[in-house]
């Protein structure tokens, strides 16, 4: 038994099988032994090898502080949000661009696909006419081409690269030694032409270039993130994340944007927040070093305010950044936070205005001015000022209201020609397509054969030929700056009007005032003839891409009855951009309601508003303050705007419409326009008349009518004269006589009329009440100008008089609190987070002006009985005193109207600027105060003067021309 088992053992250690065994289990605990050191003993060192760990310090972003009426409604806030961002996380190498761009592209789909949108606050747009166009002007546009060509300075541009259209600029970014944004003509030949823009749409190529642009700002610095899309919905998180792999570089952060509450009220004061520009980047950091400060707390990836209190306060608002050392990998993503240091919240910024009082001023202008343009609205195709006829009867055709449904955008018509575009659409695009090639035949006759001169032409091919040449002009075909407008010919055709068309691109030619290398041209050297062929095609391409040129076809296929006012009535219907009561559509359908009639039940009932239909008067601005202490109450201008849609990111889209409207949404008719002041200057002039002691209170001048003492006579706005008139008569009846003559005296010295010193005076004391420079307030404004020419006419607020309506505002409340002239504010008070007071603002007093008291008086008497005498203001129980002013700036045109008021006339407490332009007369504006006054003092129920419809108003009896 014992041999049979040694003889078992001996076989088993001494067999083949037995070797391999035992070299298996030795390899295996080898293999054991060297998986427990690299993964359990320095597993994690050869980890973060692996995943090429980085240590990097990165902002953390303080909270925007919040902005807030004087009674603690809030105005700014911040909400929330899910942004975007991308890193340079790809390796440099040949093919980066390509990686770069595909990463890009793809996130833009997926950001886009649910109905979101990316970045947009590059400095060039798409107009209406699908042309990349420059945002910005100016300086800005000088700043932000020496930015892209990578000058620091704008006075390195040369003249050629200033001159770089939008187009040129957005093919240097993209060509293959840039961005590489396109495709080769030869996909599989990297040596074949590189063609910019290729493969993508107009808006794909946009949204390329600013989001690279963006990175390419930060690329200095590796693993800083760029915006790419701010505000996305849960979806678009979802999508991204379940895509992060195929994303490099991208991720989804927490953020905040900025939320504007009843925005159109407030868009001119607030402003909006936007990217930082490296201007600005360089100007906040020497301010808040000025201010003991770190040099580098603005970066450029930061969002400041770029307008309006959110500019001006912006270091306030700002708050202070932190910061926090993180670990990321190679793909940018953090693995750990190491430090971190809190951010420190923003101050709140309370303002001086009241939001219940802004937004109740603002829909009393709506509603009053819609009431306005409905009285001037008749019914017939057009309307003709009769000769010598006062521009207070202008009307408004109704053919103008069908117009301004295509001019102004209120109709989308580019639908017309869609696929679902409705019956009416598809009819009204068919008759434009027959209209406009029976325009280009006329008009290629008239460029070959035809040579009619251009004042025997009918109306609307002068309209065509007259824009024809601006629009060559613009382009530079025709060289503005080679131009001899004494030039015989340059005469006849711009001022004679009695050569044709044809003759005079003719002559352009010869004079060499034609860029020809703007024409295809096919040869360097051309004859005459060949250029007048290429300018002729050039002119039908330019027109056929002009948008604004095409719209204008649809204004003369209603004068001549190609489609009809019930079809533009029909669009309306079709396209859904206004709500219509079913029974006003049904009843249009059925021909029971004229289309003249419906499109007044528009206007009525404000679902088209004064600013949609953008004719005169469209706009208007009212300015309220506190007269004894210089603070701004209300600041309106009409029409307002949505800035949500410019904060954050710009919206393209909306944008381009802001653009094009042409009621003008963006200027603040408070502060940045400016026109005469019309009779409200006459408390002025009474001041220089009575300090200079050419007039005295007792002094009474006989009103006759025309003033003979200067050629050409001017005249009252009564011609038959007022009769005998003091000061405080003078002013209840306007009466430019009386204030001729004191314009007179003040120029006159022994004898001697001296229109140099007579203006000299004027403008003494009307610096006296503020009028010779800006009113204080903290947004943008336009600085004034006193007039240069014509003491006499500028004694009654004409000349080259022009103010602001805030400027308007601070003189009337300088006459309201009988010499207190202050610097405006718009700034109450600032708070940190916590409510704490922080800072308080206070008006400063500018001057003192030094009258008598009688002088006052008399002024103070003559405003109130200027009010005494307007019927609609006999039922107010405050008295109230003002002074209107009516101004005309064109013949063609209804003149300005204006209204400066105070009230309680005993004890003054506000004072009320109304400038309505192109008004009609200063009687409107009064009665825009009238219910204001009514509001503010609650004379009258909310419910009452705010309807949500046009209010009708009485007749304007004033006309102080």
């Not at 546009?141 to 892209?148: E, P, S």
């Not at 990297?190 to 930060?218: C, D, H």
């Not at 009212?622 to 600041?635: F, Q, S």
């Not at 004027?762 to 903290?778: I, M, N, P, Q, R």
Request: aromatic fraction near 10%.
């Amino acid at each position: 038994m014992f041999h049979e088992i040694r003889d078992h053992i001996i076989n088993i250690v001494t067999s083949r099988l037995t070797v391999l065994t035992i070299m298996f289990f030795f390899f295996a605990g080898v293999l054991v032994y060297r998986c427990f050191n690299l993964q359990i003993i320095n597993g994690e060192e050869y980890l973060n090898d692996f995943i090429l760990q980085i240590e990097k310090t990165r902002d953390i972003t303080s909270t925007r502080g919040r902005i807030l009426d004087r009674n603690g409604n809030v105005l700014a806030e911040n909400e929330l949000a899910y942004s975007v961002k991308i890193e340079d996380v790809f390796e440099s190498s040949r093919n980066k661009n390509a990686e770069v761009n595909d990463v890009v592209y793809r996130l833009i789909k997926l950001i886009e696909k649910n109905g979101d949108s990316v970045i947009t606050d590059f400095k060039i747009v798409i107009d209406e006419d699908g042309d990349y166009v420059y945002s910005v002007d100016g300086t800005a546009l000088l700043r932000f081409q020496a930015d892209v060509l990578g000058y620091k300075t704008v006075d390195k541009l040369s003249e050629e690269e200033k001159a770089m259209t939008a187009q040129e600029l957005m093919e240097y970014l993209s060509r293959a030694k840039g961005f590489a944004i396109g495709q080769y003509e030869d996909p599989e030949d990297r040596t074949s032409p590189f063609i910019v823009g290729k493969g993508y749409t107009k808006e794909e190529w946009l949204q390329m270039v600013t989001i690279r642009y963006a990175m390419n700002l930060t690329s200095f610095r590796k693993y800083v993130g760029t915006t790419v899309a701010t505000n996305v919905s849960e979806k678009t998180v979802a999508v991204i994340m379940e895509n992060s792999d195929q994303l490099d570089g991208v991720s989804i952060v927490e953020d905040t944007v900025r939320h504007y509450i009843d925005s159109k009220y407030f868009a001119h004061i607030l402003g909006y927040t936007g990217k930082i520009s490296s201007d600005e980047l360089t100007d906040l950091n020497e301010q808040v070093v000025a201010e003991g400060g770190s040099e580098d707390a603005y970066t450029i990836n930061d969002v400041v305010g770029k307008s309006g209190i959110e500019s001006y306060m912006e270091t306030t608002l700002q708050g202070t950044k932190g910061s926090e050392k993180v670990v990321v990998d190679n793909t940018g993503k953090v693995i750990t936070i190491l430090e971190r240091k809190e951010a420190q919240p923003g101050a709140d910024v309370y303002l001086t205005i009241d939001k219940d009082l802004t937004e109740a001023v603002y829909n009393i202008v709506e509603q009053k001015l819609a009431g306005l343009v409905s009285s001037k609205i008749i019914n017939a195709k057009e309307f003709n000022l009769p000769e010598n006829a006062k521009s207070s009867s202008i009307k408004i055709p109704i053919y103008d209201v069908y117009f301004t449904m295509i001019n102004n955008n209120i109709l989308d018509h580019k639908h017309f020609e869609a696929e679902d575009a409705g019956e009416t659409e598809r009819a009204v695009y068919a008759a434009y397509l027959e209209y406009k090639q029976g325009v280009y035949d006329k008009l290629n006759y008239e460029l070959t054969e035809g040579g009619t001169p251009y004042n025997k032409l009918s109306k609307e091919y002068q309209v065509y030929q007259s824009n024809i040449v601006s629009l060559l002009r613009d382009d530079g075909v025709i060289m503005k700056e080679l131009v001899d407008d004494n030039d015989a010919t340059q005469i006849a055709w711009a001022k004679d009007e009695v050569i044709s068309l044809k003759e005079y691109l003719q002559y352009c030619i010869a004079m060499n005032w034609i860029d020809v290398s703007r024409l295809d041209l096919n040869e360097k050297y051309s004859d005459s003839a060949e250029v007048y062929n290429k300018l002729q095609e050039y002119i039908i391409e330019t027109i056929d891409h002009t948008t604004e040129f095409q719209k204008r076809f649809y204004k003369y296929m209603l004068l001549n009855d190609k489609i009809t006012g019930r079809q533009i009535c029909m669009l309306l219907c079709e396209q859904r951009v206004v709500d219509i009561p079913a029974e006003d559509e049904e009843a249009l359908y059925a021909g029971k309601m004229s289309a003249y009639q419906f499109m007044m039940n528009r206007i009525t009932n404000l679902e088209i508003t004064p600013a949609q239909l953008a004719l005169d008067p469209c706009n208007a601005s009212v300015v309220i303050t506190d007269v004894n202490t210089g603070d701004v109450l209300a600041m309106v201008s009409y029409p307002g705007y949505d800035n949500n849609k410019m904060a954050n990111t710009v919206d393209a889209e909306y944008y381009a419409r802001l653009n094009a409207d042409k009621s003008s949404p963006q200027l603040n008719f408070a502060t940045q326009y400016k026109a005469a002041p019309g009779s409200t200057f006459k408390i002025v002039s009474a001041t220089a008349g009575l300090m200079e002691n050419v007039i005295n209170l007792q002094t009474k001048v006989n009103c006759v009518g025309t003033f003979t003492e200067i050629t050409p006579s001017p005249r009252c706005w009564k011609i038959s004269g007022h009769g005998y008139e003091n000061v405080t008569s003078a002013i209840k009846d306007s009466c430019n006589y009386f204030f001729y003559n004191v314009g007179y005296q003040l120029a006159t010295s022994s004898g001697s009329y001296n229109e140099e010193a007579g203006l000299e005076t004027l403008s003494k004391y009307a610096d006296l009440y503020g009028l010779t420079d800006k009113s204080g307030v903290e947004i943008g404004e336009y600085a004034p100008d006193v007039s240069t020419k014509d003491p006499v006419r500028s004694a009654i607020g004409q000349g080259s008089n022009s103010y602001t309506t805030v400027g308007l505002a601070r003189y009337v409340t300088t006459i309201a609190n009988s010499g207190t002239c202050y610097n405006l504010t718009l700034l109450d008070k600032t708070t940190d987070s916590r409510g704490n007071l922080l800072k308080e603002y206070h008006a400063e007093v500018r001057n003192q002006i030094d009258l008598p008291q009688e002088y006052w008086n008399a002024f103070h008497l003559g405003m109130r009985q200027v009010v005494e005498n307007k019927k609609y203001f006999s039922d107010l129980a405050v008295n109230v005193a003002g002074k209107t002013g009516t101004a005309e700036q064109t013949a063609s045109r209804p003149n300005h109207a204006l209204f400066i008021c105070y009230a309680p006339y005993e004890n003054p407490e506000i004072a009320i600027a109304t400038r309505i332009p192109f008004g009609y007369s200063s009687d409107y504006a009064a009665q825009f105060t009238r219910d204001i006054i009514k509001y503010y003092y609650g004379l009258a129920e909310e419910d009452d003067l705010i309807t949500g419809t046009a209010d009708s108003l009485d007749n304007a009896v004033s006309n102080e021309m």
